[in-house]
């Protein structure tokens, strides 16, 4: 029996009991629907292969998907909107770097120090940042948004 920890938008707290890895992944997708999360971002946010910043299911960690009043692709999690950047990849003699997708939004003075990156001036807090070649985690993507992807005509 695995116990899932979870918490709601208005700080409640509850303890749910599972059989399983493949029933605990179907609770924190319902509960996630509905702004519940399991735990707390680590510093510098989650991250994982960049194959997966299309698919990823945002219910797992609680959050949702929005477009903004620009058009920008955004999550909301725990309160706070974080913005989808796209850093391309950066290949010089100096600075070899990869295509990194990353969701973050600007750090406040009531965020913990140990979650702001960046320097003095301009400070970021960040969710979770896509990159690298690694293979998809087929357990944390959206079924859905991977059927459409691979609908999709190749360009």
Known sequence: MIELHLTG??????????KDE???????RQY???????GDIPAGGLVLPIIMADTFDWALIGAREFLNAEGEKCVF???QVYKRRELEEVDTK?????????????????????LKEGEESVRYVTLITFRGNGRALEAYQNPEKVAEQQNQPKQ
């Open 94 to 114: 100096k600075l070899k770097l990869p295509k990194i997708i990353k969701y973050s939004r600007g750090a406040r003075p009531t965020d913990p120090e140990h």
């Open 77 to 79: 999690h725990k309160g």
């Open 22 to 28: 493949d029933e605990m992944l179907r609770v924190m």
């Open 32 to 38: 996630g629907r509905r702004g519940w999360t399991s």
């Open 9 to 18: 938008i208005l700080g409640t707290k509850i303890t749910i009991h599972v």
